[in-house]
C-alpha cells in the first residue's frame, strides 16, 4: 500500500526567506503523479505544484519548486521570496491513476501547518 | 482554474436529523468526484469515491448507510449524513476531477462544517 510522509508538523519562516517542506513517499508503482496543495485558513484546498512520475524534471510554478528525488522517493516543495499568504497548511499527496475501479487515488499526508512570520 | 462549489458552507443540526451537502462542478464535467472529512489540524480522511451514475466505493470503516452518496450526473454529487450525530460533527470536504489536460488533479469545494447538537 502506498503511504506519504510528512516529517514536519510545524514550520516557520520569516518573510522573503526560502523553506523547503519534505515529504516521503512509498509506492511499488512506477506511473503516478504527486501533488502538493495549500489549506489556507479559508480551508478551501488549492493546489501549488504537480508532478508526473516519468519526468525528471522538477517542476516549477513561479516561487514554488519542487525536488523530485524518484529513486529516494522524495518531493520536498521549496517555496522562495516567502510571503505572508504563503501561511497555510501544505499537504503532499500521491496519485496513482487507474485505480482498480478506474479511478483515481489519491493518498494524502498528514500536513505541515507553515507559518510565514513579518 | 477549475471551480468546485459545495453547499452549504456551516449546517448546525439536531441530533437524529438528516443532512445533505451539495459538491457542484461548475465549469467542467467531473467523471470522478471524492468526499473527505477532516477533523481539527488533521489531515483528510478520505470517504468515499464516486463516479457518475455508478454506486460510491466507501473506504473501509466508512458506514455507506450512514453516508449516502448519489453522483447523480458530471455535476453534482451529494452528500447525505443520515441521522446524525455528534460525533459526526466535522469538516466535509469534496473534490472533483475531470478530464483532459488537468487530468489527475484535485479541485476541492469550500468545504462545509457540520455540528450537530
Known amino acids: ?118 | 482554474g477549475a471551480v468546485v462549489s459545495q453547499h452549504p458552507s456551516w449546517v448546525i443540526c439536531k441530533s437524529g436529523t438528516s443532512v445533505k451537502i451539495e459538491c457542484r462542478s461548475l465549469d467542467f464535467q467531473a467523471t470522478t468526484m471524492f468526499w473527505y472529512r477532516q477533523f481539527p489540524k488533521q489531515s483528510l480522511m478520505l470517504m468515499a469515491t464516486s463516479n457518475e451514475g455508478s454506486k460510491a466505493t466507501y473506504e473501509q470503516g466508512v458506514e455507506k448507510d450512514k453516508f449516502l452518496i448519489n453522483h447523480a450526473s458530471l455535476t453534482l454529487s451529494t452528500l447525505t449524513v443520515t441521522s446524525a450525530h455528534p460525533e459526526d460533527s466535522s469538516f466535509y470536504i469534496c473534490s472533483a476531477s475531470g478530464t483532459g489536460p488537468t487530468t489527475g488533479e484535485l479541485f476541492f469545494g469550500e468545504g462545509s462544517r457540520l455540528t450537530v447538537l
Not at chain 1, 45 to 68: C, D, G, H, P, W
Not at chain 1, 85 to 92: K, L, R, S
Request: net charge positive; aromatic share 14%.
Open chain 1, 1 to 118: 500500500a502506498q503511504t506519504v510522509t510528512q516529517s514536519q508538523p510545524e514550520m516557520s519562516v520569516q518573510e522573503a526567506e526560502t523553506v523547503t517542506l519534505s515529504c516521503t513517499y512509498d509506492t511499488s508503482e512506477n506511473n503516478y503523479y504527486l501533488f502538493w496543495y495549500k489549506q489556507p485558513p479559508s480551508r478551501q484546498m488549492i493546489l501549488v505544484i504537480r508532478q508526473e512520475a516519468y519526468k525528471q524534471q522538477n517542476a516549477t510554478e513561479n516561487r514554488f519548486s519542487v525536488n523530485f528525488q524518484k529513486a529516494a522517493k522524495s518531493f520536498s516543495l521549496k517555496i522562495s521570496d516567502s510571503q505572508l499568504g504563503d501561511t497555510a497548511m501544505y499537504f503532499c499527496a500521491f496519485m496513482k491513476p487507474f485505480h482498480t475501479s478506474g479511478t483515481y487515488k489519491y493518498i494524502f499526508g498528514t500536513g505541515t501547518r507553515l507559518k510565514v512570520l513579518a
